[in-house]
């Protein structure tokens, strides 16, 4: 199940054609997995108050076409996988009115504890990052 969530292009987050600089689609994954957790009604910070961490351990994404200042974009977010100590992230970034399909992406996160030692995901964890969000 896709969670989406949408948002204008910053002036801040283009170059001087208004064109989106690369590094800041990294950023909207971040907003796309924070928006997914609200929707699991959970969050990195009820996460974290545990001793949990996830830490970021690869990032894969395949630029397709650029985002422009004052754009609308969507960034849509899926739990593709959770295993004992990873979660993996899908996502899609699309032109909210055009509906070009702009990124798409993946990340993997990997749960460490407040000493930054990798560990399991705890069970109930699991169980919440696998629920099914309303789009």
């Not at 948002?7 to 801040?12: I, L, S, T």
Request: charged content about 20%; glycine content about 4%.
């Amino acid at each position: 199940m896709w969670h989406s969530t949408t948002f204008h292009v910053r002036y801040a987050e283009t170059d001087q054609m208004g064109i989106v600089h690369h590094s800041n689609y990294i950023v909207w994954l971040e907003e796309g997995r924070s928006a997914l957790l609200r929707a699991l009604n959970t969050s990195y910070a009820e996460f974290e108050a545990d001793g949990y961490y996830l830490a970021i351990s690869k990032v894969y994404a395949r630029y397709l076409a650029p985002a422009r200042y004052d754009r609308t974009v969507t960034v849509r977010t899926r739990v593709a996988q959770v295993r004992s100590r990873t979660i993996i992230f899908d996502y899609e970034i699309v032109d909210t009115h055009s509906g070009q399909l702009l990124v798409t992406a993946q990340t993997h996160l990997i749960c460490i504890d407040r000493s930054g030692l990798v560990t399991t995901i705890p069970t109930h964890w699991r169980q919440r990052f696998i629920a099914n969000p309303t789009p």
